[in-house]
């Protein structure tokens, strides 16, 4: 009697860590694309009603100050690791690991091979990561990442001035600048 409940019980454990819901590749595509597209629209609407309201030189401390709690706020609502990264950052804390350099160095080959760029999911221990290519896709984007002789000495004044270590200077119109990034728990 002793072993068949044991057994029985062993079962109930085995069932219930089988029937865990993992998210499948389909689900961390759909949701990871919402997340990056709300965070990005969060970014952009921010930005260009401060561009608008204060000039591009006031615009970049409001950015320093305000996206990365933007962002963290984000994955609070979605319950998600929710960040950017960059092969050439200006935020430190944004900077891409070894695994995500190679997946940036890809995009930008195919970018190059005129190979359309679309969206990958990376499975780790207990986790699944979203990652969608970020492309300088806007004039507006080079006020503050284009040309380090172009930017406004206003402007590059508070780069300088905030991220000593800024790499993130000297884009081009249309280059890959870096990656979306939402870790779902699997
Ligand atoms: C007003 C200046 C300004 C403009 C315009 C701007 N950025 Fe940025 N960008 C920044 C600053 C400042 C940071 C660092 C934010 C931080 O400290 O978290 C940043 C960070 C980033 C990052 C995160 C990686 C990193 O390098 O830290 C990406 C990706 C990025 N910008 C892309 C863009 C794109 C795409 C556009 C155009 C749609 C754009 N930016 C327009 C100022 C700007």
Redesign the pocket.
Known sequence: MRLFSIFFLSMLVFASCNTRQKISDEEVLEKGAAISGKLLTAL?SE?TAE?NENG?AE??NY??LE??PITHRISDEEGVVLS?V?HR???P??AANEAELKLIENYTHLQQAGEPLSPVVVAGRGTKTFYSP?V???P??L???GSSVEIDPR?MAVINERYPDDR?VDFNLGEV??MFKVEFKD
Do not use: E, K, Q, Y
């Open positions: 952009l930005l561009i591009v615009a970049i950015c320093a996206a990365l950017r960059s950052f200006r935020n804390l944004n970020i300088l896709g806007a507006l984007c006020s503050c990442h402007v993130a600048r870096g």
